[in-house]
């Protein structure tokens, strides 16, 4: 079966880190945790470019590192691309994707170059010199130049940190193209809720160099006592599927675990498989079904779980239908928690005031 298993144990002065993660072999992971958590060590050490006192790490079934074995950074088939794109200023695009293919040694790659280009959407930047493109497109360019190298695995060091709001959402349909396209994993470093919540299938959330959770997106997100959970933007992520659509009212009905949802119209098929995101601030809790609310979306739920977190709010986690496939968030007042007496196991009505399409 298709893996990354990655065990490493590495002391510096002052910080320790100590991983063993058994990771999928396709798709995005999310490395997730605040600054200093040890996400860079570990994407370093998984390149080859820091060496662990002990460690083992295979993907995909090579192993890349064990006992006996050590293959350097420049032999790993690997794609790394860092906070800020590395390209020479005297070379355009096209001679930095090619520099980085002749050092490689790669004769085969043109294909490559070609998709990867194409993927990336740059073949009008390719005359212009890295000071002609914006931060955004830069990016695209030194993400393009590591997957011509025809990389078993991708690597990515918060390659969105250095960019403004506006380049952030330029360049995220195209990471959201890498992750539907791309047929190998890729490990992914990110601060921010929102790119994990769109990009990643699995998270895996560091705390002082260890592994504080892992798993599937939409479990880490509504695990109450994870920092992703008490963000301001927590958010849950379901699955749904097109039920039926209301072309009078442009409405979408989708049909999700224990319950429905009608959306704005979506050009989609019935039948179709879809992802939506419920943030925590937009669902109020009911003790009755509220009868003469403007808002859509009035879903009978279970209260699964009541946390405390700061400034006088709580989260509380949900199933609608007492199904707990597809848990959601609330995010209330510790005021409205105690006047409406909430608490665990109890019927609901959850108010859902948006709820946005993820692909
Ligand atoms: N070469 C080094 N020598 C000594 N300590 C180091 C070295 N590199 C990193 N550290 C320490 O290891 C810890 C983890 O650093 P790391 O860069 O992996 O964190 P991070 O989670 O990636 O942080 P950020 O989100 O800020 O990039 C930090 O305390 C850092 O100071």
Redesign the pocket.
């Known amino acids: 079966m298709s893996r990354i298993h990655a065990r490493f144990h590495l002391d ?4 320790s ?1 100590d991983v063993d993660l058994d990771l999928p072999g396709r798709g995005v992971t999310a ?1 997730f ?12 050490l998984i390149a080859g470019l ?1 060496r662990a006192r002990a460690g083992h790490l295979s993907v995909n079934g090579e192993v890349w590192q064990d006992g006996e074995t050590f293959v350097p950074t420049h032999q790993r088939p690997l794609g790394y691309v860092f ?1 800020e794109a590395s390209l020479f200023p005297h070379l355009s695009a096209r001679g930095n994707l090619a520099y980085g293919m002749k050092r490689a040694g790669d004769v085969m790659g043109q294909e490559a170059l070609a998709q990867a280009v194409e993927l990336l959407g740059i073949s009008h930047l390719l005359d212009r010199r890295p000071h002609q493109l914006s931060g955004g497109e830069r990016q695209r360019v030194a993400i393009a130049r590591a997957l011509a190298l025809h990389p078993r695995l991708l690597l990515m ?2 390659p969105l ?1 250095a960019l403004d709001l506006k380049r952030k959402q330029e360049i995220l349909p195209y990471l959201e193209r890498l992750h539907d396209q791309l047929e190998i994993p890729m490990l992914y ?1 990110s ?1 921010s809720p929102d790119e994990v919540a769109r990009l990643a299938d699995t998270v895996v959330v ?1 705390e002082q ?1 260890r592994v504080r959770a892992q798993g599937p997106v939409n479990e880490i997100f509504s695990q109450l006592d994870l920092a992703l959970a008490q963000a301001p933007e927590a958010s849950a992520l379901i699955e749904g599927v097109v039920l039926s659509h209301d072309d009078d009212y442009a409405l979408t009905q989708l049909e999700i675990p224990g319950g429905r949802l009608s959306v704005a119209r979506l050009d989609c098929d019935i039948h179709e498989r879809v992802r939506v995101r419920i943030h925590a601030r937009d669902v109020s809790l009911a003790l009755d079904e509220p009868r003469t609310s403007s808002i859509l979306n009035i879903l009978p739920a279970v209260i699964l779980e009541l946390r405390e977190i700061d400034q006088g709010q709580v989260l509380v986690k949900l199933c609608p239908g007492a199904n707990e496939k597809a848990p959601f968030l609330a995010r209330i007042t510790r005021q409205s928690r105690d006047r409406l007496r909430l608490y665990e196991g109890q019927q609901v009505y959850a108010q859902v005031k948006t709820v946005a399409l993820m692909d």
């Open positions: 510096y002065p002052d910080f880190l490395l945790g605040h600054s200093g958590s040890g996400k860079t060590t570990l994407l370093r820091q906070q060091d918060e940190a470093v601060h560091m160099g």
